[in-house]
């Protein structure tokens, strides 16, 4: 067993916040452990709980097509979210199931090593770049980060879906941006 299948069979059995009473299933994360590319959710969905696979509902399928448009393939990069179960109802995830929580996503991180990360929505930016601003004035950008990465955040595809074609034209530019970013040849190979 990889120390990645560790990671998953450990969170899979989780109980360590009160999500584990009322999940169906542990929503660890899908996708390549070897990708350059990661996302980070907020928290699964209805579907997501259904199923064990982060975004496949309808804010799934946006990321989806975002995807396609800058030519990558959902099979090809990592998605994960902050938290791994369902909160009842899809309120927003509390302080004390994020503390519970982001040790699998900081160890996700750590094995996966992945060059780009983007967080979609307040929840994953605020957690990962440890910042109270908010997602309109911190998006667009490229910021420097752990392990080398560039962590670029952008809208949640969920609010996108809620605020019409200018949102999603907006998560599209920070989609082209995360392109360019993986276009660029990694330090050393230049
Ligand atoms: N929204 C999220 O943040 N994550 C999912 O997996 C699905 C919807």
Redesign the pocket.
Same mark, same amino acid.
């Given at each position: 067993m990889t120390e990645f299948d560790q990671l998953r069979a450990e969170a899979e059995s989780c109980t360590l916040c009160p999500l584990a009473r009322t999940r169906t299933n542990v929503?660890f994360g899908v996708g390549r452990p070897d990708s350059q590319l990661m996302f980070v *959710?907020? %928290?699964?969905?209805r579907?997501?709980d259904l199923q064990g696979?982060?975004?496949? *509902?309808r %804010?799934?399928q946006l990321l989806d097509r975002l995807l396609a448009e800058v030519g990558i393939s959902r099979d090809t990069v990592y998605?994960a979210?902050?938290l791994k179960c369902r909160p009842p109802g899809n309120r927003n995830p509390q302080p004390v199931e994020i503390d519970a929580c982001k040790g699998y996503l900081r160890s996700q991180i750590r094995l996966i090593r992945p060059r780009v990360v983007v967080t979609?929505?307040n929840?994953?930016t605020k957690l990962l770049l440890r910042t109270e601003m908010g997602i309109t004035r911190l998006r667009g950008q490229a910021f420097p980060w752990w392990l080398d990465a560039t962590l670029v955040p952008t809208f949640?595809?969920?609010y996108a879906l809620r605020n019409g074609e200018r949102a999603v034209a907006t998560m599209r530019q920070d989609f082209e941006l995360m392109r360019r970013l993986l276009d660029q040849a990694p330090p050393g190979e230049a």
């Amino acid at each position: 067993m990889t120390e990645f299948d560790q990671l998953r069979a450990e969170a899979e059995s989780c109980t360590l916040c009160p999500l584990a009473r009322t999940r169906t299933n542990v929503v660890f994360g899908v996708g390549r452990p070897d990708s350059q590319l990661m996302f980070v *959710g907020e %928290a699964p969905g209805r579907d997501e709980d259904l199923q064990g696979e982060p975004f496949v *509902g309808r %804010a799934g399928q946006l990321l989806d097509r975002l995807l396609a448009e800058v030519g990558i393939s959902r099979d090809t990069v990592y998605i994960a979210n902050v938290l791994k179960c369902r909160p009842p109802g899809n309120r927003n995830p509390q302080p004390v199931e994020i503390d519970a929580c982001k040790g699998y996503l900081r160890s996700q991180i750590r094995l996966i090593r992945p060059r780009v990360v983007v967080t979609l929505g307040n929840f994953a930016t605020k957690l990962l770049l440890r910042t109270e601003m908010g997602i309109t004035r911190l998006r667009g950008q490229a910021f420097p980060w752990w392990l080398d990465a560039t962590l670029v955040p952008t809208f949640h595809p969920a609010y996108a879906l809620r605020n019409g074609e200018r949102a999603v034209a907006t998560m599209r530019q920070d989609f082209e941006l995360m392109r360019r970013l993986l276009d660029q040849a990694p330090p050393g190979e230049a």
